[in-house]
């Protein structure tokens, strides 16, 4: 029996096995052929087909070098269906520069528009992560761009776009973003943005807006905590900028006294407090 024919029997056996949904049986299979055939005429599929066999019997980790080596050869009939596996569980691990790279390549490839669109916000999503606010913002745009979106897609493309402005420091362009998150949506990118805009108010001097956010988001968003504690946080210092320093002590106090979490928020809190018990 020649070499050839023996590759394609082994890597036949495999398939059949994958085909009847027998993926533990296939990952052995396959495995079998890419040891023994590791130049074999069937390496590209048997790559592939091995990485499905271990997502499906749940080693999506172990799955991702299959997909890579699928994504590294010349674009294929694979290439796709490796790209967005690649892509999501790269995310999913929190490596979001790998799976940003994955998503644009997706993108440029993708053969419906659905996929395309996947492709756009998946970037947008990881692009944000790693605070490149730059590619977030272009992401953030093309996904605007789209049809059909649901409302809470598009205000997470506002948002993100919002926050990468501030970052940006392009702070008018922030503003309108995130006032258009608050008027649409009543949750955590809401409570995040009324913050924002306070903060932004803060460093602008407009003391008495400030407070006035400040309040405003105390009375919205109580069911942020962490939010809601940097909103104290800002209203001292405000008090403090505006020479209120009893103010500033009796806010920063009813801090210490009720946030449970010991974290760098209530260390803060702490030293702030001390240094306003001075003046």
């Known amino acids: 029996v020649s070499t050839s024919t023996q590759d394609s029997v082994v890597y036949q056996a495999a398939e059949a096995q994958f085909i009847k949904g027998n993926y533990e049986m296939a990952v052995k299979g396959f495995d079998s052929y890419i040891q023994t055939y590791s130049n074999g005429a069937f390496i590209l599929p048997a790559r592939y087909y091995r990485g499905e066999s271990k997502y499906y019997t749940g080693n999506v980790v172990g799955s991702l070098p299959d ?20 892509a999501i569980i790269s995310f999913n691990q929190g490596d979001f520069s790998k799976s940003a790279n994955y998503y644009e390549s997706l993108k440029e490839i993708a053969s419906t528009e659905d996929l395309k669109n996947d492709a756009t916000l998946g970037a947008m999503r990881a692009y944000f992560k790693i605070k490149n606010y730059n590619k977030a913002t272009e992401y953030a745009n093309d996904v605007l761009t789209l049809k059909g979106l649901s409302e809470i897609i598009q205000v997470e493309a506002v948002f993100y776009r919002g926050i990468a402005q501030l970052n940006l420091k392009n702070t008018a362009a922030a503003i309108l973003d995130l006032e258009s998150v608050i008027k649409r949506i009543n949750n955590e990118w809401a409570a995040e943005s009324k913050y924002n805009l306070a903060l932004i108010a803060y460093q602008k001097n407009e003391l008495e ?18 939010w809601m504690v940097k909103s104290y946080i800002l209203l001292s210092d405000v008090y403090v900028s505006k020479g209120e320093y009893f103010k500033a002590k009796v806010t920063l106090q009813s801090v210490v006294d009720s946030y449970e979490k010991k974290d760098d928020l209530y260390n803060q809190a702490i030293e702030k407090l001390n240094k306003v018990k001075d003046l």
């Open 67 to 86: 997909f890579e080596y699928v994504i590294a050869q010349p674009t294929n009939k694979f290439s796709e269906k490796s790209l967005t596996r690649a």
């Open 209 to 226: 807006n400030a407070e006035k956010l400040c309040f405003e988001f105390i009375s919205i968003y109580p069911s942020y905590p962490e």
